[in-house]
DNA sequence: CTCCTCTACGAAAGCGCTTACGTAAGCGTT
DNA sequence: AACGCTTACGTAAGCGCTTTCGTAGAGGAG
């Protein structure tokens, strides 16, 4: 911490407008109980002397933090970024800041960080990205935010259930369908899902809209290869890869996220293979640049930035009794990396 | 803050485990002056009460903080995710936690900021991202920033001068330079360059080492026409659309930064304009998905989690006498979205 | 056995704030 | 004029830690 013996302190303000130190107190923090022209004094010092309020100190005194945590699984991707920006835009206009973290999609960095967090008394605790499938490996993170929930603390999740927490849980599963719908519809029956690891509660619900639309249709789920990567561009790369290699016949991908989708577009494009023309690619999320590539990427929308503004905003509210949840409804984009399968 | 009237304090260990607070404390910091097996008890006692420090107290009470800030112009923007990927991963190794903020490049919003990150005593601030050549918008984060500095606090800034303070300073002019000397060496000499604001040193910089190559190729920069537009995606798609209306025989497009250059790629493509066949494309940065791209686009390659990285150490370093600077060199990328010239 | 030096620990003084409580002054009531 | 109420402010007790200083006891040197 910056030595702060070289900057005033609140005393130094007191002494300067002539006040005590309470009132000094009281007519920075916008406490009632100071006249008018005492506190305009007060302020008036403060400017001159370039005091600011050590926010430790004042969080100590008074059991309260501006601060609150973010604990994303990597800051670098896209998805979790805007998440962020939503945060952060509406945290600064709360006049909060924000501590961010990010994990890696390790479970264990995950609870470590949420307990750094509590350490650092954030006023309230925000987790992005998804749970894991495994209820054990769930299970510390669940403690965790338990004990923090019970001694008062405000926690809220994005894209995650499980956690007994408010959350903000985007149409995963509806997504999914109505994504596969929208392959089916264009004829696509030799059709091959590339996905991350299926322990990820995201990758899981989004696998099962795809499958409810394959079962609508009549199909097999099973006759759908499931291609399992890194939830990541080179793992989609890396699925197109096998795909090309055990099912050279398939029309149409679909990836579950943006990001191994445009994973999936490279590979396809080194390899010859023309997008919509021989195969066609969906993603999901809708990343920014995702209307930017060519071709244009057929996905589904997930309004990121507003879902962390939103979880942001149940983590501010009074917690109600029981957990609350807010749907966010997921969008198909159709573009151009998706067209009438190939016969 | 959560009250903590319902977890554990120093206080509650030292009990448990039948010694003083300040053995206790010392047990638990790891400071000399306990013997193993005391230690071991407290630390026993304390896992099991579930004691988690309380950070304010501690800084509070030892003047020194574990949690740096760092300032970016906005979190969303995959230049400034990638930095705030290598910062996060560097300060986690080192028990450190990040205070993060955006700023939308508005220069009372990043004096704001730093001020709000001075007041929670962080013992280091990061600054990311492109300085104002105007000295005078400049001159109050100059201030805020030097008085952190003189009482104590430790500052790096990463693509930015003038601030008197550790940086990181990527290769910007030659950086300009030698992306401006591949597309003239590709023959092209109906160049336009894609601009952000002028206002941003970094534009500028890139943007004098475009001048440098044309000039060295005994061109006169000023038939080079620089259309300037938001260094956003949107802002290259605007300033596409106003190439093709006012210099429609252009045959390469320099834009100053990736962003920029897949809005123009986009716009061109909308009007079906060939890249690189008919007009060839180059950015700058090197995001990530640059190269998944197509056409792949070539551009400029910084390497931003790096730079972060670098920007950290620094701050976490002693400070030295004098400010230091590193730099960090531009690699020119070649991929596809760059051609001969058509004739 | 005494003296001195270490080592291991405890007591207590803060770190810079907030806030409960006390009090003096001003004002309206009866 | 005496009383109570309100307002505006000061006093001082913490918030939960770290750290300086003091001290008791162990051990070695003489």
Redesign the pocket.
Known sequence: MVR??SSP???DVAHAS??????A??A??G?????D???EKVRQAARELG?V??LH??S?????TATIGLVVHEIGDPYFSEIASGVLSLAAEHGRTVQICHTGRDPEAEVEQVRSLVANRVGAILIAGSGFVDASVEAPMRFEVQRYAEAGGRVAVVGRHHLGVDSVLPDNRPGGRAVAEHILGLGHRRIVVVSGTLELTTVADRLEGVRDALEAAGLDARDVPVLEGPFTREGGRECIRRMLADHPRTTAVIALNDDMAIGCLSQLRSSGVSVPGQVSVSGFDDVAVAQDLSPGLTTVRLPMAEMGARALTLALKEPGSRARRQRVPAELVVRDSTGPAAR
Chains 1, 2 share one sequence.
Do not use: D, K, Q
């Open positions: 702060t013996n302190r609140l005393i002539g006040v005590s130190i309470a009132t107190s009281r920075l923090s406490t009632p109980g100071v006249s022209s005492v506190a005091y309020a050590n100190a004042r100590l005194a008074s059991g309260s």
